[in-house]
């Protein structure tokens, strides 16, 4: 028998079966050991086998079905091991604030050259919008011009006033999207504008930190009415990187993998080289000196250290 996992509780998983009927399951002993390096063996989106327990209305996971994607970050716990924060994902909609909390660039672009190494569309959504200042505005463009000149679509919306919503109601038609951001920038208030059915919990910011307060625990699929389906998933604070290799990074950053080729050594890192395409651009302009100080810090960091076969 085969279901959708539709959330995930650490220990106990919820699924959709074909029948529509949701039932609670557990994973199976041996799936935890087959060399599994990830806090969750088992995701959000994920279609799975599961077999029913002897009298007993539970049920056990067998076997995950080979997925198409997903997003992956490196867990804040255990630096050796992975968290995946959902499976089988079509697109994904980050949502990014420039106040109580504030998004940073180096942020958003761990979040994007992981979406980019998993052929995931991101479009970045800027949300909130109606409670900016002329100042912020201002700020908002800026933001919007280093990333739509990268290619990245971006959104301005406000989940009280309606503003933004019907555009991304179009996108996400009949599709998976992952939502995802800090906690505190409004991703459950979305979601409760998207679908008036939907009642999730927000929360309010914390003014002492400027930092959100988590209303959602648990990454949890929900199926729209008009067919769309949604992941919400825990604020992160952090995105750290994970399963990539030093000599693939730069192929994660659109502006750097336009430039393949250009540089005088194929196996150019774009650090010390000489002859480096990449790095003229940085100091031409081309390419925004904040997207190449992320490379910089993801390439001296320890995310990239963390490799498994």
């Excluded at 995930?8 to 079966?17: A, E, L, P, V």
């Excluded at 958003?108 to 991101?122: K, M």
């Excluded at 930190?209 to 209303?215: E, N, Q, R």
């Amino acid at each position: 028998m085969k279901g959708l996992v539709i959330k995930s509780t650490g220990s106990w998983y919820i699924i959709r079966t074909r029948e529509e009927t949701i039932i609670e399951c557990r994973i199976k002993g041996k799936l935890r050991m087959e060399g599994i390096k990830s806090t969750n063996p088992v995701a959000v989106g994920d279609l799975v086998e599961y077999e029913m327990e002897p009298e007993s209305e539970k049920g056990i996971i067998k076997a995950i079905e080979p997925r198409k994607n997903y997003i992956i970050r490196k867990s804040t716990n255990l630096s050796k091991q992975s968290h995946v924060l959902a499976a089988n994902i079509d697109q994904a909609f980050l949502l990014v604030t420039l106040a109580m909390p504030r998004t940073s660039t180096g942020f958003i672009d761990r979040f994007l050259v992981t979406a980019e190494a998993y052929s995931i569309p991101v479009y970045l959504v800027f949300s909130k919008v109606d409670m900016y200042s002329k100042e912020d505005r201002e700020e908002l463009q800026k933001f919007k011009m280093l990333y739509e000149k990268i290619g990245y679509i971006c959104y301005e919306v406000a989940a009280l006033s309606g503003e933004g919503l019907e555009k991304l109601k179009a996108l996400m038609k009949n599709k998976t999207t992952l939502i995802s951001g800090h906690s505190g920038v409004g991703k459950s208030s979305l979601i409760n504008a998207l679908d008036p059915d939907f009642k999730l919990k927000t929360g309010n910011i914390s003014e002492a930190h400027s930092k959100g307060i988590h209303t959602t625990t648990f990454a949890e699929l929900y199926q729209l009415s008009d067919g769309s389906r949604i992941i919400d998933t825990p604020g992160i604070k952090e995105f750290g990187m994970f399963d990539m290799k030093k000599e693939e990074l730069s192929h994660y950053f659109p502006e750097m993998r336009a430039l393949f080729n250009k540089c005088k050594y194929n196996s150019c890192l774009h650090l010390t080289e000489p002859g480096c395409a990449v790095k003229k651009a940085v100091e031409s302009g081309e390419i925004a000196i904040s997207r190449y100080d992320t490379y910089l810090g993801i390439m001296n960091g320890d995310e990239l250290e963390v490799k498994y076969e």
